[in-house]
């Protein structure tokens, strides 16, 4: 019966854009969709999709070709020619951004007409190149790539301290003038550079980074020769002048006891701060969790423990879904990992903890080499504000995964236990008092917004529970749900 009353006392609005909505938060996304990973034999982008929701990307019809690489025997629309994709981010408008390391290059590719795949005209662009890019920024050897909340693009590159190639260091790149890349002057320049790198080669050899929840930069060294310690270093912006290059930017912020030379290619963190890191080096594979409990600005015996360990394997990637599990790429045998602590006893050790989620052979791509993978960003919906009074008006304002997406907004009496509605997600508000308040389209900054304006009714009062369902037709997905409660 409340629900009959807000559908029809409240003045009720149309589903808009919303013109100065925030930028969500990314780091981590709070809830993530589809998996896209890169593979070097063809250099084709894969799109992993898990319709049934079983947990994996096993099923049929689950493993397709989101971009296919141009080569001399398979022509694309593109025309575009990956080198050696060793890193892939999802920007805030859905674009997956796939850099590499051979051709010095950065790829946008973004699904224009909602058919699941970039190959089609205009979809797969180079946005950024080492070759012609007015800024005068070298990739080098590029490592690892992320975007953070405001949309900026960040690349890890690793050049042996070689000036005749650039530096290492992270490299900060946006497309200014809205023009469809970074190539123009003034949209890239060196957001680090690592200390003491110049100079003999593998001084440095930066090999991944990762932003933590707090904006602060994380990145993996593991130079054999020279001044820098191995380790894993923080570099914080303490000045806010836009880099992390000035005295005391840069800290050495975890020496791991280890023995050989590491390989850390796998940075995840968890919405408390937690960072896990991926080793496949010589001393063995690990996969460790660390934090600074005692925020002393670095990390002391007490505060790391090592989560698990295997005798083979080449662990690259690492990313965090949703739901807690942690995702990693073996490269040998060309397989995705499950991670997850189900005893909570703080490792990976126990029965069910870990499992295969994707197979190259299962999946019918028995010459994939796989290296890097990143999660579209699920759409979100947020209650502005919740509580509210009634007389008042209230938001419903969605993040869609990608611009344009359809958004539709529900409402119902409560939030439930999540019940599988595969392939959309899961419903997550109760399915006998849905109500459907609104439909519409997301701007170009992936929002939409719904007003709706409450009667000065005092049945009206309670907690009710709202989701929004949003994607391109073909790919539609259920949000997070969200409590609107009405107060007198």
Same mark, same amino acid.
């Given at each position: ?82 080198? !050696? ?17 051979? !051709? ?40 690892? +790539? ?15 301290? !070689? ?58 060294? +593991? ?8 380790? +894993? ?256």
């Amino acid at each position: 019966m409340h629900l009959h009353h807000l559908l029809c006392l409240g003045a009720v609005g149309g589903l808009t854009v919303a013109a100065n909505a925030q930028v969500p938060p990314t780091l981590p996304w709070s809830r993530t969709f589809d998996l896209f990973v890169s593979e070097r034999t063809n250099e084709d982008i894969l799109r992993l999709r898990d319709l049934n929701q079983d947990g994996d990307y096993l099923d049929a019809g689950e493993t397709m070709v989101f971009f296919t690489n141009a080569s001399p025997t398979v022509p694309t629309v593109s025309g575009i020619q990956l080198a !050696s994709t060793t890193g892939l981010a999802c920007g805030l408008d859905g674009t997956i951004f796939a850099v590499t390391s051979t !051709s010095d290059e950065i790829a946008a590719l973004r699904d224009l007409n909602g058919d699941g795949d970039a190959d089609d005209a205009g979809e797969a662009t180079i946005w950024f190149s080492s070759a012609g890019n007015a800024s005068g920024i070298l990739l080098g050897s590029a490592q690892s +790539i992320t975007v953070d909340l405001l949309g900026r693009v960040f690349v890890l590159t690793a050049n042996g301290g !070689s000036p005749v190639v650039g530096v290492d260091g992270v490299v900060m790149i946006q497309d200014l003038d809205a023009d469809g890349d970074a190539q123009d002057a003034g949209e890239a320049s060196y957001y680090l550079q690592v200390p003491n790198s110049s100079g003999a080669t593998n001084h440095s050899n930066p090999t991944e980074f990762a932003f933590g929840p707090d904006g602060t930069l994380y990145y993996g060294d +593991i130079g054999t020769s020279g001044p820098i310690a191995r380790g +894993i270093y923080r570099a914080a912006d303490n000045n806010f002048d836009g880099d992390c290059n000035d005295p005391g930017e840069v800290t050495l912020w975890w020496v791991p006891t280890f023995t050989g030379v590491p390989a850390w290619y796998g940075f995840a963190f968890d919405p408390v701060g937690q960072l896990y890191i991926t080793n496949h080096g010589s001393g063995g594979r690990s996969i460790t969790r660390v934090q600074d409990l005692n925020s002393d600005g670095s990390v002391d015996a007490t505060e790391q423990a090592v989560f698990y360990t295997a005798t083979s394997g080449i662990w690259w990637d690492l990313v965090r879904r949703s739901d807690g599990a942690l995702l990693m790429i073996d490269s040998s045998p060309d397989t995705i990992l499950a991670f997850n602590d189900l005893n909570t006893d703080s490792d990976f050790f126990d029965a069910g903890e870990v499992t295969t989620v994707w197979d190259k052979n299962l999946a019918g791509f028995p010459t994939a080499d796989l290296r890097a993978m990143t999660f579209m960003r699920a759409p979100q919906l947020l209650m502005t504000p919740s509580p509210v009074s009634i007389g008042t008006p209230t938001t419903w304002q969605m993040t869609t995964a990608e611009p344009f997406d359809l958004a539709v907004a529900f409402g119902a009496l409560t939030i439930i236990s999540p019940i599988p509605v595969p392939p959309f997600g899961d419903l997550e508000i109760d399915p006998s008092t849905l109500i459907l308040f609104g439909l519409g389209v997301s701007n170009i900054a992936c929002q939409a917004q719904f007003t709706l304006t409450l009667a000065n009714d005092p049945a009206l009062i309670g907690a009710y529970g709202c989701q929004a369902w949003c994607g391109e037709l073909s790919r539609m997905f259920l949000s997070n749900p969200d409590s609107l409660i009405i107060t007198p």
